[in-house]
């Protein structure tokens, strides 16, 4: 959802003109770097104020003495010059004070230089509440997590002032790499047991309430980003989300949250272009990856899904919106014991497209759907049934093999009837009961397409050629 100019400026003027209680070091800092104080609003939430520093002891400013604490200077640069180190800005490191105040001074002394590096150094455990880290930097900056970095556990001590959306947000933070082999542990527990999430009131029901959680890993509005070598675990909400992103590159990340907690997405990518998922291991308790609406070239490489609900395009078209994915290729993949394999999920009354998708050598171990396009996605009671819908065509599943839980069919087509799914297309798709003899039959409703080669089971509900209201109808194109 785009926030109208006027907003933007609105909230900036209001986070500017906001009375400061921080030192002088920090006022300084405020001035020199307006532009990157701006409050970004997703969704309609304001972005809150920088966290207030947790009191003594105090920061210190910020072009302190060369850090002291770093144990890694990167190749080439022994002096240091351009590495800060976060307990150089007064972070203690004890898993216990907020140290965000050390973080977002660290954040600009590093932004401001050339190819700047912030550390959170081995063996220390840091808390901070929500920041923002604002580009863009003068160079590349490198964000080193070799530590452990945690925010406030839970709700509860969450302070009033910061979003409940999101935590670490990284807004036009363009050529920002994010690596260190450390440790980001998002603390989800008390968000994913509080009564509004699904099934956590008394027999089994959802009570109201405010469910806002924080999303771990917010990257917005920034290009050339690397996430590599990061281990992310127990994330209250989605673990990473790219929003309005572009050239991207995840490698060898570890997400770990439980099988049952509820939106901990592991990637989530939305009107981004140019992302490429490799070499990760993913287990959630939602979607390893989910692919919302405006992306385009992405591709997903050997990456392993465990429990959660598989690899998804969706959903898209909620609320009557238009949605347009195009060319995503999923590759080289393994999916253990999800609620689906690779999935396509539309609301009904949506415009646009999904096309150019791509699926690709998935090994499938005892998945519930290994395939499945479902354009009558709905959460909640009923959804009525609508005239317009995403189109989805051109979706290629080439060498899907494994085994599926006989409780639903192993591959499900279920397409709009007023725009049905064309030109599904199914190459060395061999799926077998994970236990027990019984094949469950292909479930195909207004879907065209067909095999190219023969399938285990067989399929023969896809339909040939193309329906005539697709010819006729003028679908929503996306350019
Ligand atoms: C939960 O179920 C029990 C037994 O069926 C019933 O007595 C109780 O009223 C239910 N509680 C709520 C909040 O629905
Ligand atoms: C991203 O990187 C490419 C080359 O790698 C460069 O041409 C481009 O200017 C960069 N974009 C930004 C916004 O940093
Ligand atoms: C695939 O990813 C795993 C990590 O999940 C890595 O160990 C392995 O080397 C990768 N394989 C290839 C071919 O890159
Ligand atoms: C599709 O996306 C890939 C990146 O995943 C890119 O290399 C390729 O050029 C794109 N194809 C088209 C036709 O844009
Ligand atoms: C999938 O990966 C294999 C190598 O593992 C490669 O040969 C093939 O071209 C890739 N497919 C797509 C659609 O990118
Ligand atoms: C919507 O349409 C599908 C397919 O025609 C049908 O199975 C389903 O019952 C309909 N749902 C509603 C809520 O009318
Ligand atoms: C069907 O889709 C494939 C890609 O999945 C594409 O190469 C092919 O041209 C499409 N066929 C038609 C008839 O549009």
Excluded at 148 to 158: A, F, K, Q, S
Excluded at 232 to 251: A, E, L, T, W
Excluded at 266 to 275: A, K, L, P, Q, T
Aim: charged share 15%; proline share 9%.
């Amino acid at each position: 959802m785009e926030v109208p100019r006027t907003v933007l400026l609105v909230l900036v003027l209001l986070a500017l003109s906001s009375p400061s209680s921080h030192a002088h070091g920090r006022t300084h800092h405020r001035r020199r770097h307006k532009h990157r104080s701006i409050a970004l609003p997703p969704e309609g939430d304001p972005l809150s104020p920088p966290p207030s520093p947790a009191g003594p002891p105090a920061a210190r400013p910020p072009k302190a003495a060369p850090p002291s604490h770093h144990r890694r200077p990167p190749a080439g640069s022994p002096s240091s010059g351009n590495l800060f180190d976060v307990r150089s800005f007064g972070a203690a490191g004890d898993g216990e004070t907020n140290d965000a105040r050390a973080f977002e001074l660290a954040w600009t002394a590093a932004c401001d230089v050339d190819g700047g590096t912030l550390l959170v150094p081995r063996e220390y455990s840091f808390t901070i509440t929500s920041l923002i880290f604002a580009g863009p930097c003068r160079g590349g900056i490198t964000f080193q997590v070799e530590g452990t970095l945690m925010p406030p556990d839970g709700p509860d001590e969450w302070p009033a002032s910061n979003s409940r959306r999101q935590w670490l947000v990284f807004y036009r933070a363009n050529g920002l790499t994010m690596r260190g082999g450390g440790m980001i542990d998002g603390r989800g527990e008390k968000w994913w047991n509080l009564p509004c999430k699904p099934h956590r009131g008394a027999n089994g029901s959802t009570l109201p309430g405010p469910c806002d959680s924080p999303v771990a890993l917010r990257f917005f509005e920034s290009s050339n980003l690397t996430v590599e070598a990061l281990e992310v675990r127990n994330s209250p909400q989605f673990h990473f989300r790219f929003d309005s992103c572009r050239h991207v590159i995840v490698d060898s990340v570890t997400i770990t949250s439980p099988a049952l907690s509820p939106n901990t997405d592991g990637i989530h990518v939305e009107n981004s272009n140019s992302v490429g998922i490799y070499n990760s291991v993913i287990s959630n308790g939602d979607d390893c990856v989910s692919i919302g609406a405006g992306s385009f070239n992405v591709e997903v490489y050997n990456v392993t899904c465990v429990s959660g609900h598989g690899i998804s395009i969706g959903s898209l078209g909620k609320l009557n919106s238009k949605a347009c994915v195009n060319n995503i290729t999923v590759n080289k993949t393994t999916m253990r014991h999800s609620d689906n394999g690779v999935r396509i999920k539309t609301w009904q009354g949506g415009l646009g497209s999904v096309s150019g998708i791509v699926f690709e050598n998935i090994h499938m171990d005892a998945v519930r759907n290994p395939i499945i396009i479902d354009q009558y996605y709905c959460l909640g009671r009923s959804c009525p049934n609508q005239t317009a819908a995403v189109h989805v065509s051109h979706i290629s599943y080439n060498g899907i093999k494994g085994t599926y839980d006989t409780r639903s069919p192993p591959m499900h087509f279920g397409c709009s009837d007023a725009v049905p799914c064309t030109n599904i297309t199914l190459t060395d798709v061999e799926l077998l009961p994970a236990a027990g003899d019984v094949i469950v039959d292909p479930f195909c409703w207004s879907a065209y397409g067909g095999a190219q080669t023969l399938t285990i089971p067989p399929v023969s509900c896809l339909m040939e050629g193309l329906p005539r209201s697709i010819l006729e109808s003028d679908v929503e194109k996306c350019s």
